[in-house]
C-alpha cells in the first residue's frame, strides 16, 4: 500500500471515530469534506519518511503524529479560504468548506480538527507517553504563536512583514514540525530534523508563489493570481521568476543536504528530489538554469 | 490570593511565554483582548476545586489543566462573537475582539488559543508524564466533536436539534472537562467527577437563556435578546421563564448531589451554592418560586 493510502486510511479512521448518530451530521460532512479528498499529503508523509530513517519503533505514534499534522493543515485551508481571508470558493479541486457547507460550520470545521489532531496523538500514546509532551510542543510550537502557522497567517494583517519571517511561520514553521515530530515518535532527537522541515517548507512556499504567478490553478486546486491580489509578499515579486526559481533550488539543495547519516536518509533523499521535482517540473524550465536541482539530483542518484 | 488572581497570573506568564518581538504584534494583542479582562473564570474556578478535592498532588499541572479549559473557553468566545454567528460588538464589556482588530485576526485569535491550552498542558505534565494523555482526552471530548462545544454550536446550523442535545454539548460538555480535568491532573478517576460539570453546565446554559429574556446585559457582558434574534432553542422559551427557573434549581441540587465524599467535599459543595446564587440572585425572583435553591443551601451550610 502506498504512504498516501495508508495516511488516507488512518485519517478515514480518525474521522470515523469522532462521528456519532446522535452528534450534529453537518459538521461531520463538513469535517470530512476538509480531509478528502486530500492533496499530496506531503507534511504527514514527511513525519512517517523521518520517523522511518529514526527506525519508526512506534508505528502508531508515528501514524498519528502525522495524520494529526494533516489535520491541523487542513484546518489551516478552512480558515484560510474563509471570505475574511482568501474568499476561495475552491480547494483542492473541488468548492471549499464555507462554500459547500456555510462560513459557520467552516470556522467550527476548522476548530475541530486541531482539537482532534491533539487528540489522536493523546490517543495513540499509550506505549510511549513519556513521548507525548515533546510530540505535542513540537507540534504547537509549529502551528500558534508566535512563530507557527497561525502567526505566519497573521503576519498578513500586520502594517509590516519580513519575507523570510513571513515564509518560516507560514508554511515553514509546520513543515518542521512534520519532520521533528517524526524523529521525537520514534525516540529520536527533534533538533537534528528540524532544518530539512525548516528549508523543505520555504521551498514550497516559494514554488507555491512562483505557480501563482504562473498560473497553475489546477495544481493549486484554487484560484491563480491570489498573492497578488491580496498584496501578500510573494518570493516571485521580490525576486522575478527567474530568481524565484533559483532560490527554490538552492533550498531544495539545502534540505536535501541538512539529512543526517542514518538507516533511512537515501530513500528519504529520494523523496525530497521526488517531490521537488513535482512542484516545479524540470520541463517546465530552460536547461541551465535549473543547475542546483541538477546537482541534488545528481548527488541522491 | 483569591483563585481568580492565581488563574489570572498563570494565564499572564502563558500568554508572555507565547510572545515575541519578532512574532506579529497585532495577534499577541488581539489574543490578551480575548483573555483579559476575564469573566467569572467559573470553568478553571472548578477544575481548581475538584483537583484541591482530590489532594491536588501536582499543583502545576492542575493550573495548566485549568488555564487551558479557560483559554479554549476565550477561543468558543471570539469565535462566537464572528459576524457569521452572533455578530456581538461587546464581550465582558469590552469591544470584541473581531470589533477591535478585524475579523482575520479573530479567527487566527480562536485557533492560536486553543494550540496554546494544549501546549499549556504538555509543558506542565513533567511530574507526572502518564496524566497527559488521559487529561488531554477528556479536554478534547469536552471541546471537539461529536459531543464537545464544537458540536454544541454546530447543532445551530442542523435544521432540527434537540435542546438538551443542544445544552449538554453547547456548554455541559467543556464544564464536565473542567471537573473531569481536574480529577485526572490529581491521579484521581474522571468519571466520578463528570456528572458535577455536566449537571452545572446544564443549569449554567438554563440561566443565560432566562437572563438572555429578562435582559440582563450587564451580566451577560454582551447585548440581551440574542436567542430570540439567532433563534437558538432556548429553555426559557421551551419551559417558559418560571419552569425555567425551577429547572435551574433542579439542575444545581443535582450537581451539588453528585460531589463524592472527599477530602474537600464541603468547600465545593458550597462553591457551587455560592456560584448558583451569584448566576440567578434569590432576590430576582418570589419567595417560594425558588424552594429547590434554598433546600440545597440549607443542605450546604
Not at 536547461?287 to 546537482?295: C, F, K, L, N, S
Amino acid at each position: 500500500m502506498s504512504p498516501i493510502k495508508h495516511l488516507d486510511r488512518a485519517l478515514e479512521q480518525a474521522l470515523k471515530s469522532h462521528e456519532s448518530d446522535k452528534g450534529p451530521a453537518l459538521l461531520s460532512k463538513a469535517i470530512r469534506h476538509a480531509v478528502f479528498p486530500g492533496g499530496a499529503r506531503i507534511r504527514p508523509q514527511l513525519t512517517l519518511a523521518v520517523a522511518h530513517a529514526c527506525g519508526n519503533d512506534d508505528p502508531q505514534l508515528s501514524m498519528a503524529s502525522a495524520i494529526a499534522i494533516e489535520m491541523i493543515h487542513c484546518a489551516s485551508l478552512v480558515h484560510d479560504d474563509l471570505p475574511c481571508f482568501d474568499n476561495a470558493d475552491m480547494r483542492r479541486g473541488q468548492t471549499s468548506v464555507h462554500k459547500e457547507y456555510g462560513e459557520r460550520l467552516a470556522v467550527l470545521t476548522g476548530d475541530a480538527l486541531i482539537v482532534m489532531a491533539y487528540e489522536t496523538i493523546a490517543t495513540a500514546s499509550r506505549r510511549s507517553s513519556q513521548r507525548l509532551a515533546p510530540i505535542i510542543r513540537t507540534i504547537s510550537q509549529g502551528v500558534g504563536a508566535p512563530f507557527g502557522i497561525i502567526a505566519g497567517q497573521s503576519w498578513e494583517c500586520e502594517p509590516q512583514a519580513a519575507l523570510s519571517e513571513y515564509q518560516r511561520a507560514k508554511t515553514g514553521a509546520l513543515f518542521a514540525a512534520a519532520t521533528a515530530s517524526g524523529a521525537q515518535a520514534a525516540g529520536a532527537d527533534a533538533d537534528t530534523w528540524k532544518s530539512l522541515g525548516e528549508w523543505l517548507g520555504e521551498a514550497y512556499q516559494v514554488a507555491d508563489d512562483i505557480r501563482d504567478v504562473l498560473g497553475d490553478a489546477q495544481f493549486l486546486g484554487k484560484p491563480a493570481g491570489q498573492d497578488q491580489e491580496h498584496h501578500r509578499p510573494s518570493s516571485a515579486k521580490e525576486l522575478g521568476l527567474n530568481g524565484a526559481v533559483e532560490h527554490f533550488d538552492l533550498l531544495v539543495g539545502k534540505a536535501i543536504g541538512s539529512i543526517p547519516n542514518c538507516y533511512g536518509d537515501k530513500a528519504l533523499k529520494k523523496l525530497v528530489a521526488f517531490e521537488a521535482e513535482r512542484l516545479l517540473p524540470s520541463s517546465w524550465f530552460e536547461r541551465g538554469e535549473r543547475h542546483v536541482a541538477i546537482a541534488t539530483q545528481r548527488q541522491v542518484a
